[in-house]
């Protein structure tokens, strides 16, 4: 097996499209952030490879306003791909790049019941800060979740 984490290139979109599809079933909202995400931050639009095909994808965001502040946007796995750290891998590399920035803090939103990503995050250092009540919507809790990172100040 052959991964590895690249940044995103035009020709990935219809295949992070097709793994939203997969998954959700609704593709517009989705589709339309990955084109927007694409153009607003390629430096930190990662996409990972397995043996040549797209098997995931991660997206974070800088915080405007000159604090130093960021988010983690996004973050899939293909099905078939998935246990194999791929995930891990992506975040990591997300958060090494927001560290070379500056970044001293990284946010993400998760849901109560995605045990998985929960589970993930928790492993690299991420802890939930608060419980946001309909965060996206009517019944779509999440909790946000938030780590520090370490610039080797004692
Ligand atoms: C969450 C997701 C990105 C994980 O990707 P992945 O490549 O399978 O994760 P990794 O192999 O790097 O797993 C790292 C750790 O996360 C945890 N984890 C991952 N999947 C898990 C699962 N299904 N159940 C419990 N823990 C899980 C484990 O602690 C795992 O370490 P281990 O395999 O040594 O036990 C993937 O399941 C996914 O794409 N889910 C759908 C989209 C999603 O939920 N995105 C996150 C939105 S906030």
């Known amino acids: 097996m052959y991964s590895y984490i690249r940044r995103f290139r035009e020709g990935d979109y219809s295949g992070i499209c097709h793994l939203e599809i997969q ?3 609704a593709t517009y909202p989705s589709s339309v ?16 490879e397995l043996n040549g095909t797209l098997a995931g994808y991660c997206i974070g965001a ?4 000159g604090r130093s502040g960021a988010w983690i946007l996004r973050l899939r796995v293909a099905p078939p791909c998935r246990r ?22 990284v946010y993400l939103s998760v849901s109560p019941e995605n045990y ?7 492993t690299l250092g991420f802890r939930g800060i608060s419980f946001q009540k309909g965060y996206f919507g ?11 990172l370490n610039h080797g100040q004692e």
């Open 116 to 122: 998985a990503a929960r589970n993930l995050y928790h």
């Open 33 to 48: 952030f990955i084109r927007q995400a694409s153009i607003l931050y390629p430096s930190t639009f990662l996409v990972a």
């Open 62 to 65: 800088f915080c405007e306003g």
């Open 84 to 105: 194999r750290r791929i995930g891990s891998d992506l975040v990591t590399t997300l958060l090494d790049i927001f560290l070379q920035r500056g970044v001293a803090d």
């Open 138 to 148: 009517d019944g779509e809790d999440r909790i946000i979740m938030a780590a520090q």
């Open 23 to 25: 998954e959700k079933g």
